[in-house]
């Protein structure tokens, strides 16, 4: 069973269109159960009406326009009930509901399982058979399973609008292509796209025109002969170790290098216009598809021969440079996984959105793109990444929607929104000046996070009174090496400069999770869980060390350096980095340098810092809450995994009292509670930490006027019994529905939806 399902899935995963799917799904799946009819009801969800798309074994005629309500039928009833329905004798099942039309008159034995994505109902899959007979359990479990498989299938169909035809009313919306995705970073980014993809991966390589087409045939060859000499020599070599029908593959290998296979046919597409990149691709997937699809065992392994010698040529094509890309003038960044330092490498100025399909809001692209303020939209499910390169995109960061080649009509809908974000900004930049101080005369400090030297600008302009984080890794990101201590000490020391007299507190280097260095490799299978943060720089005193020394160096003059550590998750830990940052600060003293012992506090990141933030708090300046992690770690959801991005919630109860819990014990001790982390940038949460106690919020430096518009709008009474009305509720929606209400009512609901 698993190897016929594993066809029928590749079958339909390469079909064309979503017609094309549903037509081989229900002939294989009437094969694989040998009955005698299958057929697909999908939702018209507009009308809340099955309609019948694909059928072998009733009326093909009917495809299209039998429509059947939920409550009608055994059909109706699966996709009412939601479960599947297994019946040996279906006309004398009281919910029967005979239509003449399909001709189903002469089936008895029926079985229908709901296809469902993410909870919802998209459709009905039914096998039907003349003779009366119960479908038994295997077959029931396989059309269960076929069904979930059909249902990925069918959301990718939907979201980029190929499902118009499950509609009965025509709808010009319906012609326009978007994906859906995780809104990450509000705004709206018109561009075109520019795909970002890891080197040595031939399926992210994305499809690319050229002009000299002379140019790649010949870089294609070079590839190749390179390629051919390779396996030469590998040949050679493993002779005496290899039997001779071991030895027969290599000479497979030659023969397919050879000018009348492979190459031919990758020289035809780059003849059409097509980068060497792509054209190796199209071919090498061609042909990975066609062995995929082979009955015999041992000539569907043979798929994997062929893409081994599809990396190896891309490999040649790809090691005389690591080029960047062209970007336009305004840049849309996209691809599967888009990284930290891909945002980097784009000039300034030019991008104007990001779009991935894996990750979430929480990742650290997500705040990256935040703290620039990019429009960006996160874990965008099937997204064909690489036939979009040059594509004009929307992105619509509010809503988390990618429109793709969007017609004038809506490119002007979406400028006519983003200028009234614009009027927004404009108009709480009269706050610039004014404290954040509640009606009832309770003064928070407002602090912005940042990486980025060219973020400081916007950062003043903002009104923040200091920096709550700056992300150290950054400039360490931008590198291909780990950055000298007088590099450093030069970065720091601007950011100090500009801010002085008011405090930047820097974060020592947080690398591990998401976040890599591309010249210092961490391969774990849990990453979130391994070495990461302060861990790697406690095993590696030397990295720590020269980085303490340029922030002290830095701070000459300037008296305005707090220091913290990432990532604490035991006393040890913290009194270990603070002996090591003592050690670096009396050697600077001994070559003469004259300068104060900072601030120095801990991120509360983890919940084994929670239990322990009062001995935390008791040794050092401060506490600094990383909700972004400390969220992920209570609640066990990976803060990047598209797949559990509706679990993850910072307002969830759990964290809200973890929350209450360390600012309490940081208080206890005298000692400052900060929190850095998204929530302090999210409007409705803000709401709950003043009430929490928190002294110091740090955020994006476009989100400060917000937050600071929210603080001056509620006073710390109504925040705090807000805070114990929601701290009574158990889901974290109905909080976020009950604060978020508290902002409309006291006009502040431009903040939670686009436009004014
Ligand atoms: C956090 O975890 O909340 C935090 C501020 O650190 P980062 O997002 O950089 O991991
Ligand atoms: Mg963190």
Redesign the pocket.
């Known amino acids: 069973m698993l190897k016929v399902m594993r066809r029928v899935v590749q079958e339909v995963n390469g079909a064309e269109t979503l017609e094309e799917a549903l037509s081989i799904m229900v002939q294989r799946v009437r094969e694989a159960v040998e009955t005698q009819a299958c057929t697909v009801f999908l939702m018209d969800q507009e009308h809340q009406e099955l309609v019948m798309m694909a059928t072998d074994g009733l009326n093909p005629e009917m495809v299209g326009k039998v429509r059947i309500k939920p409550a009608d039928g055994l059909v109706g009833l699966v996709g009412k009930r939601g479960e599947p329905i297994n019946v040996d004798d279906a006309p004398t099942h009281p919910s029967y509901h005979y239509i003449p039309e399909i001709g189903e008159e002469r089936y008895k034995a029926f079985l229908g399982v709901p296809i469902v994505h993410h909870r919802r109902i998209m459709g009905v899959l039914i096998v039907q058979q003349e003779e009366a007979r119960r479908f038994d359990e295997a077959e029931e479990a396989f059309l269960i399973t076929m069904s979930a498989q059909l249902a990925g299938v069918i959301a990718h169909a939907e979201a980029t609008g190929k499902m118009a035809s499950v509609s009965r009313v025509p709808n010009n919306y319906k012609e326009i292509h978007f994906f859906d995705g995780i809104a990450s970073v509000p705004g709206v980014g018109i561009g075109h796209a520019v795909v970002v993809y890891p080197l040595a991966d031939l399926d992210a390589v994305p499809d690319r025109s050229t002009d000299d087409i002379a140019a790649e045939l010949s870089k294609f060859a070079t590839a190749v002969a390179a390629v051919r000499e390779d396996i030469q020599v590998l040949k050679k070599r493993t002779k005496t170790m290899l039997p001779e029908e071991e030895q027969a593959l290599f000479d497979v290998y030659l023969r397919l290098l050879d000018n009348n296979s492979l190459p031919g046919e990758v020289n035809n597409v780059i003849n059409t216009g097509v980068w060497a990149e792509g054209a190796l691709r199209q071919v090498i997937d061609l042909h990975i598809r066609q062995f995929e699809a082979m009955e015999d065992a041992y000539l569907r392994e043979r798929a994997i021969d062929i893409k081994d010698l599809g990396r190896r040529v891309l490999l040649y094509l790809q090691q005389d440079k690591r080029k960047l890309p062209k970007y336009p003038e305004q840049t849309i960044l996209i691809g599967d996984e888009v990284t930290a330092s891909a945002l980097i490498e784009v000039p300034e100025g030019q991008l104007m959105g990001v779009v991935s399909s894996k990750g979430s809001s929480?990742s650290?692209v997500a705040?990256l793109a935040r703290a620039m303020g990019i429009p960006t939209v996160m874990g965008v499910p099937k997204m064909p990444v690489t036939q979009l390169e040059g594509v004009e995109l929307i992105v619509n960061g509010y809503h988390g929607r990618v429109y793709v080649n969007p017609p004038a009509t809506l490119r002007k809908e979406f400028a006519l929104l983003a200028a009234e974000e614009r009027q927004l900004d404009e108009e709480l930049e009269q706050l610039r000046e004014l404290p954040a101080e509640t009606p009832d005369n309770y003064r928070l400090n407002l602090y912005v996070?940042t990486g980025l030297i060219s973020d400081v600008e916007r950062s003043l302009s903002s009104g923040a009174e200091g920096v709550g984080?700056y992300?150290s890794?950054v400039p360490f990101m931008a590198r291909e090496r780990f950055p000298s201590e007088e590099e450093q000490r030069i970065i720091y020391r601007q950011l100090l400069g500009v801010f002085a007299p008011k405090p930047v507190t820097m974060?020592t280097l947080?690398v591990g999770?998401d976040?890599a260095l591309p010249y210092f490799p961490i391969e774990e299978a849990n990453p979130f869980l391994g070495w990461r943060?302060i861990r790697v720089t406690l095993d590696h005193p030397e990295v720590f060390l020269v980085q303490a020394r340029a922030m002290l160096r830095a701070s000459e003059g300037h008296h305005n350096l707090q220091i913290m550590f990432?990532?604490i998750s035991c006393i040890t830990e913290a009194d270990e980095a603070l002996r090591l940052l003592r050690q670096a600060y009396q050697e600077l003293l001994e070559e003469g340098l004259d300068i104060p012992f900072p601030a120095v506090g801990v991120?509360v990141?983890v919940p084994s810092a929670v239990s322990q933030s009062k001995a935390l708090a008791s040794r050092f300046d401060f506490l600094?809450?990383?909700?972004?992690?400390?969220?992920?770690y209570i609640l066990a959801v990976d803060?990047n995994n598209t797949r559990v991005a509706n679990l993850y919630n910072a307002l969830h109860p759990a964290v809200l009292r973890a929350l209450k819990y360390v600012v309490d014990n940081a208080h206890a001790e005298g000692k400052i509670a900060s929190?850095?982390?998204?929530m302090a940038g999210d409007p409705a949460a803000v709401i709950a930490l003043m009430a929490i106690g928190f002294d110091a919020l740090s955020m994006s430096a476009a989100s400060l006027p917000r937050m600071k518009w929210v603080i001056r709008n509620i006073p710390m009474t109504q925040a705090r019994s807000l805070l114990d009305e929601v701290l009574m509720m158990h889901d974290p929606k109905e909080i976020r529905r009950h604060l978020e209400n508290a902002l409309i009512e006291a006009d502040l609901g431009g903040l939670i939806w686009a436009g004014k």
């Open positions: 929480n650290h705040i996070n984080l992300r890794e974060r947080d999770g976040k943060g990432p990532m991120m990141e600094s809450v990383g909700s972004n992690d400390l969220t992920q803060r929190i850095c982390g998204e």
